[in-house]
C-alpha cells in the first residue's frame, strides 16, 4: 500500500490500496470526540478512498454511536431488530453452530430502497472468526467511468426501481428461511414496495458520477418491461463486479470500518461455520440520491 503524498493531511496517517480505492486511517482515537480539523480531514479520506478503516480501535457502543453522530447523525435501520438500549446499532452475530446463510451475503448498497439512503455504514468488529468472513467492495464511480461514452449517455436519464421485497418482503428470502439465524430479521409488507433513483447518480461531495444499483435492491428500471430492465441490468452487474474493480476487505479484530454507500456496493463472504463472529454497526443518514 502506498501513503498519501506528504502534507496531503495534517491531523491523520492515510495508507490507500493502491488503486486509491480503500484506505487505512491511523493517528487518531476514535473513543473520544475529535477536534473539528481531525473530523474534517476524515471526512475528506472518507470520501476520496469510499471505505476507510481505523485498525485498533477498542469502542464501546457509545463511542461509536458517538462519531456515527458526529459524521452527520443516525440512519435509518428498517427490518432488524436493533439492540436493547441502543435503538441505532444492530449487532450482527453469527453463532458457532448457525447453518444459516450470513447476513449481507449479496451485492448491495445499504438500504437504496429507502428515499434518503444512509451515506456511510459503520461496522465495529469485535470477535473475527480465524477464516472467512471478508467483505468485498465494488467501486462504482471507477465501473461508471469505465463505460463507453455512448453507454453512459444511454444510462443518463434512465431512473432503477429500488426494493426491499427480494430480502425483506412477504415472499423474500428471509421469510423462506428456515433455519435458526441469531439476528432478529423483521419481515414486513412494507418491504414490498418499491420507489425510483437515478441508475446513475452523482456523489454530493467528490462530483463523480456513480452506477447506483445492485442485484439485491434492484429490480427494475422505470418505464422498461421486465425483460429489457433484466439485460441492462444483467450487463451492469456483471460490468460493476469485475475484479478490477473490488476492494477486499480482511477483518482485524477491534477494526472499525466505514464505506460509503453512495459511490460503492459490497457483499460479505461466509466460510466462517463453526466459528463465532461478532460486529456492531450503525449508519450515517443520507440525503435523496441526484
Known amino acids: 500500500m502506498l501513503k498519501e503524498r506528504k502534507g496531503a493531511y495534517r491531523c491523520i496517517e492515510v495508507t490507500p490500496q493502491p488503486s486509491g480505492f480503500g484506505a487505512e486511517i ?45 459524521m452527520g447523525g443516525f440512519g435509518h435501520d428498517p427490518y432488524i431488530k436493533p439492540m436493547p438500549g441502543h435503538p441505532n446499532v444492530l449487532e450482527l452475530r453469527r453463532e458457532p453452530d448457525e447453518k444459516a446463510t450470513n447476513f449481507g451475503a449479496g451485492w448491495h448498497s445499504d438500504w437504496s430502497f429507502q428515499a434518503t439512503p444512509p451515506a456511510a455504514t459503520l461496522l465495529h468488529s469485535k470477535v473475527v472468526p480465524p477464516v472467512g468472513g471478508d467483505t468485498l467492495f465494488v467501486d462504482a464511480a471507477r465501473a461508471y467511468e469505465a463505460l463507453s461514452p455512448v453507454m453512459q449517455a444511454m444510462l443518463a436519464p434512465l431512473r432503477a426501481v429500488h426494493s426491499a421485497r427480494q430480502s425483506y418482503g412477504t ?27 437515478p441508475l ?4 454530493p461531495v467528490t462530483g463523480r458520477k456513480v452506477l447506483f444499483v445492485s442485484p439485491v435492491y434492484t429490480v427494475g428500471i422505470e418505464g422498461m418491461t421486465p425483460e429489457e430492465a433484466k439485460a441492462i441490468l444483467g450487463f451492469l452487474f456483471a460490468h460493476l463486479t469485475q475484479d478490477r474493480f473490488i476492494y477486499r476487505h480482511r477483518w482485524r479484530e477491534q477494526m472499525l470500518l466505514m464505506w460509503d454507500n453512495r459511490c460503492t456496493m459490497h457483499f460479505a463472504e461466509g466460510g466462517y461455520d463453526g466459528h463465532l463472529r461478532l460486529m456492531h454497526r450503525t449508519t450515517v443518514a443520507g440525503d435523496v440520491p441526484v
Open 26 to 70: 491511523t493517528g487518531l482515537d476514535l473513543g473520544r470526540p475529535l477536534p473539528p480539523p481531525v473530523l474534517e480531514e476524515v471526512k475528506a479520506a472518507w470520501a476520496a478512498h469510499g471505505v476507510v478503516a481505523f485498525p485498533d480501535q477498542p469502542l464501546s457502543l457509545e463511542a461509536q454511536e458517538a462519531f456515527t453522530e458526529a
Open 171 to 197: 415472499k423474500g428470502v428471509f421469510a423462506k428461511d428456515t433455519e435458526k439465524r441469531t439476528m432478529q430479521i423483521i419481515v414486513s409488507e412494507e418491504a414490498d414496495g418499491s420507489l425510483t433513483h
Open 200 to 203: 446513475v447518480r452523482t456523489h
